[in-house]
């Protein structure tokens, strides 16, 4: 085969062996069978080995990345994440609404509600289309780059069709199923179960060897656009319809709420309808959907005048 051969042969494997993947873990939805994947993926790593120089960064093999880091290196949030302020009822709920329309001098206000992932909060970096870093919130201004890590994570993109560089955000998790076989391998080899799928997910995202993360069965739901300097839309409602078009996992149960009371209807249904899923969630986050609004509340020290995360009780432990 000649190197002009392999480049066109190459470029055709990736896209498929991209958008099956894509198929298959972000949409839940696979179009061919396992075996027609692995073989392809098997032809594109034959070609690979005969042309390493062909080798691109958003190839699927690339996913697992090299030899374990000695350390992560520091990244800097030049958009802060930022922790949200808590409701725990439905009057802290009523004067979180009560804040925001007199802050905003109206009387109506369109809210966004949305189930909080309990896991890892995470931000990605995309320049020219390719994801070039991830990283932990770590404290908010200064996180962690667990860039190897999070490309053994399937339904993140290592390449989306927007040229712009763009920051986007959001929460990486275990779903209970990989926990639960995981800490029944961790008991098998006599080591310490994690107490839960959230400190499974940061302590698969935080150790030093992409190989053990890759093993882990770690997901992400995207939520929130950091840095974008050529972002031009209105509504937090419409960004997450965008993450969605440009490739991204988003939580399909997020619902736009044009009052208070839709927002407490919303927070009763996934109270009952929470142990039906497949991961965990801690809570719901409202936000309001207006990102002009969002601009006019601003922020407190440390958290956005224009959202909140209503907590759910925390679960009795089953004794
Ligand atoms: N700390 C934060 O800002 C957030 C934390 C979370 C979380 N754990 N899950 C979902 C969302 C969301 N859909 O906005 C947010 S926002």
Excluded at 99 to 106: M, P
Excluded at 128 to 150: C, K, M, P, W, Y
Excluded at 166 to 185: H, T, W, Y
Aim: aromatic content about 8%; hydrophobic content about 35%; proline content about 5%.
């Amino acid at each position: 085969m000649t190197e002009n051969e392999a480049r066109e042969q190459l470029a055709t494997l990736r896209g498929e062996l991209n958008q099956y993947n894509y198929e298959y873990h972000v949409l839940d939805k696979p179009s061919v069978p396992d075996a027609e994947y692995d073989k392809k993926m098997k032809k594109l790593k034959d070609i690979e080995a005969e042309f390493p120089a062909l080798i691109t960064a958003d190839s699927p093999s690339q996913r697992v990345g090299g030899e374990p880091l000695d350390a992560f290196k520091k990244v800097a949030h030049r958009v802060p994440m930022l922790s949200l302020g808590n409701a725990f009822s439905e009057e802290d709920l009523r004067d979180f609404d009560r804040r925001v329309r007199e802050g905003l001098a109206t009387g109506s206000v369109t809210y966004v509600c949305e189930l909080k992932i309990d896991g890892l909060a995470i931000s990605l970096r995309y320049q020219d289309g390719l994801f070039v870093q991830g990283a932990t919130r770590g404290d908010g201004t200064t996180g962690e780059d667990i860039t190897s890590n999070l490309k053994t994570i399937k339904s993140i993109p290592l390449r989306i069709p927007d040229q712009a560089p763009i920051e986007v955000r959001g929460e990486a998790f275990m779903p209970q199923q990989a926990f639960v076989s995981l800490n029944k391998k961790r008991e098998e080899n006599e080591e310490e179960p994690f107490a839960n799928p959230r400190n499974a997910a940061a302590g698969s995202l935080r150790q030093l060897d992409p190989k053990i993360a890759a093993k882990r069965q770690l997901d992400i739901f995207l939520y929130a656009v950091g840095e974008w300097e050529s972002g031009t839309l209105e509504t937090h409602s419409e960004r997450l319809q965008y993450l969605e078009e440009i490739g991204f996992k988003t939580n399909p149960e997020w619902r736009k709420c044009n009052s208070i009371e839709e927002v407490i209807q919303y927070v009763e249904e996934w109270v009952e309808k929470r142990a039906n899923l497949s991961y965990d969630i801690d809570g719901i986050v409202i936000k309001v959907d207006n990102l002009e609004a969002q601009e006019q509340l601003g922020f407190t020290a440390k958290s956005p005048r224009w959202a909140t995360a209503y907590k759910f009780p925390a679960e009795e432990a089953i004794t």
